[in-house]
């Protein structure tokens, strides 16, 4: 079985986004490193007797899954789908204040692949898929002869409601219902 976790090497980013005509949009142009993160939460117990020594530790939850992706020189159509509020017209993109708008009915699968040689990997094992996840822009950049201007995407995951299990936040490997 290949491993999802490959020691080294590039990306592509398909996210079955909020597009008009339904597709998925996928990012080619990333620098600086896509990076995954997940943590699992615990709570310690104490008792009086050990003072404050942890006696026990109870998992209390994870943090929402992250996908953070440097995106680089990639078509303002493709921008527009990160953005919570924007919208492009012939060579431009405006962006307004969004105010209000609930994310989770926008949430949307993100699928990492690996690229090996130069090639998209078509084998599902080395995957890592979030079920549910939506995009937030954090951007800043430098205007200078010495960096490379990126717009970081942060795509937050959440609990999938229509996971064929309770809560599923991601996983690594083919899209088939886990035992629990």
Request: hydrophobic share 40%; glycine share 8%; charged share 20%.
């Amino acid at each position: 079985m290949a491993s999802p976790n490959k020691d080294l090497g590039p990306c592509v980013v398909v996210w079955d986004g909020r597009s008009v005509d339904g597709a998925p949009v996928i990012f080619t142009k990333t620098f600086g490193g896509v990076f995954f993160r997940y943590e699992e939460l615990q709570a310690p117990i104490k008792r009086d007797q050990a003072g404050e020594t942890h006696v026990d530790d109870v998992t209390i939850g994870v943090t929402n899954p992250e996908l953070e992706v440097p995106l680089t020189q990639e078509d303002i159509s493709k921008l527009d789908e990160c953005f919570a509020n924007s919208l492009v017209a012939a060579a431009s993109l405006r962006v307004s204040n969004p105010v209000g708008l609930a994310i989770y009915p926008y949430t949307r699968q993100i699928i990492v692949k690996p690229i090996v040689n130069g090639v998209i990997s078509t084998t599902e094992t080395e995957y890592l898929f979030i079920h549910r996840a939506f995009p937030r822009i954090t951007m800043e950049q430098a205007y200078d002869n010495s960096g490379q201007r990126t717009v970081k995407v942060l795509f937050k995951g959440y609990p999938d409601d229509n996971s064929p299990w309770v809560n599923g936040l991601w996983q690594y490997g083919p899209l088939k219902v886990i035992p629990a």
